[in-house]
């Protein structure tokens, strides 16, 4: 199992960042994905999770109606659409896959929110 995530950077207040995850090594719309963030000196939190196909999500309240997270299955990718960020969103996003018992993450990438 595979997961890199792509996609986060600094960003002021306001803005906007998608992240990726291109999956691989196992059969990826057999699977829910997860993004899970974690700020600094904080534990984990997770921030938002998709069904396999795709049809069902369920988000943090922190962010609820402001990100977004989606898949494309024939591109084996899970995204992260984050609109009107704030500097409490900074973190390291991490994707996130429970598969058989055992629990995948990838190397995260870091999301700065500031001015």
């Known amino acids: 199992v595979q997961l890199v995530e792509s996609g986060g950077g600094l960003v002021q207040p306001g803005g906007s960042l998608r992240l990726s995850c291109a999956a691989s090594?196992?059969?990826?719309?057999?699977?829910?994905m997860s993004w899970v963030r974690q700020a600094p000196g904080k534990e984990r939190e997770m921030v938002a999770t998709?069904?396999?196909?795709?049809?069902?999500?369920n988000y943090a309240n922190s962010v609820k109606g402001r990100f977004t997270i989606s898949r494309d299955n024939a591109k084996n990718t899970v995204y992260l659409q984050m609109n009107k960020l704030n500097p409490e969103d900074t973190a390291v996003y991490y994707c996130?896959?429970?598969?058989?018992?055992?629990?995948?993450w990838g190397q995260g990438t870091q999301v700065t929110v500031s001015s």
């Open positions: 996130n896959l429970w598969r058989a018992g055992d629990e995948y």
């Open positions: 090594g196992f059969t990826f719309s057999s699977n829910p």
């Open positions: 998709i069904s396999s196909s795709g049809g069902r999500t």
